[in-house]
């Protein structure tokens, strides 16, 4: 099993749709989550670190199940430039090392 | 501006023939890494280090090696390059440890012949 596992997509969606995303991780013992967005053959960049109790950033929605090792991004009213692979970020091992998903791929549609 | 530069974007090599990429941050960073990535498989790491003179093995370090004399750089060298090491490498760096958030390089994407 992969220490962090995301579905690849692609997702294709109208503009203005709601769109959701999960990410299982491997390890209980991890203790930072993160979501990356990355460009077309760009560096990823961070969108959003995930908090236990759940955080909000505009139309950007991540939450954290521990009981279930997984994180989600909600995008809501989905906007062109949100086109983009949307990366699931774990910590994991004694390390405390990142393991970054394989994306999820998301092309918003006019 | 704060940044992680990396050098060259663009490399064709031929197997054997040793090169380096750079990568130099400004922010004062300790910890740095590097990362390849290849379609399906996402972001690899092949070395990070804690700071000045700590390196260590990340998942894919076979073929390469790295070296953290000073804080701000940390180059990649590929003593023999092979065609299964044709890739986009990333470098990256943050405050502390890896389990920060992480400022990377653009890439740099080579191809070894």
């Known amino acids: 099993r992969k220490e962090v596992e995301q579905d690849p997509g692609p997702f294709n969606v109208p503009e203005g749709a709601t769109v959701a995303f999960n990410c299982t991780y491997s390890?209980?013992?991890?203790?930072?989550f993160f979501w990356y967005r990355q460009d077309c053959r760009k560096e990823p960049k961070l969108l959003m670190s995930?908090?236990?109790s759940g955080n909000e950033d505009g139309r950007f929605t991540a939450q954290l199940n521990r009981a279930s090792q997984y994180i989600s991004l909600l995008i809501r009213d989905s906007k062109l430039s949100d086109s983009a692979t949307y990366l699931c970020?774990?910590?994991?091992?004694?390390?405390?090392?990142?393991?970054f998903g394989s994306g999820t791929q998301l092309t918003v549609l006019p | 501006e704060a940044q992680v530069t990396q050098n060259p974007r663009y490399l064709i090599t031929v197997t054997g023939k040793k090169l380096t990429v750079t990568c130099s941050q400004n922010?004062?960073?300790?910890?740095m890494s590097w990362y390849r990535q290849d379609p399906g498989l996402g972001l690899r790491q092949i070395y990070y280090?804690?700071?000045?003179?700590?390196?260590d093995k990340g998942d894919v370090p076979e073929g390469y090696k790295v070296s953290r004399k000073e804080k701000r750089n940390f180059p990649l060298i590929l003593e023999s390059p092979s065609p299964n090491q044709t890739s986009l490498y990333f470098c990256?760096?943050?405050?502390?440890?890896?389990?920060?958030?992480?400022?990377f390089g653009a890439g740099s994407r080579l191809t070894v012949l």
């Open positions: 990256a760096s943050s405050f502390s440890s890896g389990a920060n958030v992480l400022t």
């Open positions: 390890n209980s013992a991890s203790q930072s």
């Open positions: 995930v908090y236990s």
């Open positions: 970020v774990v910590n994991t091992g004694s390390a405390r090392q990142l393991t």
């Open positions: 922010m004062n960073h300790e910890y």
């Open positions: 280090s804690m700071n000045v003179e700590v390196t």
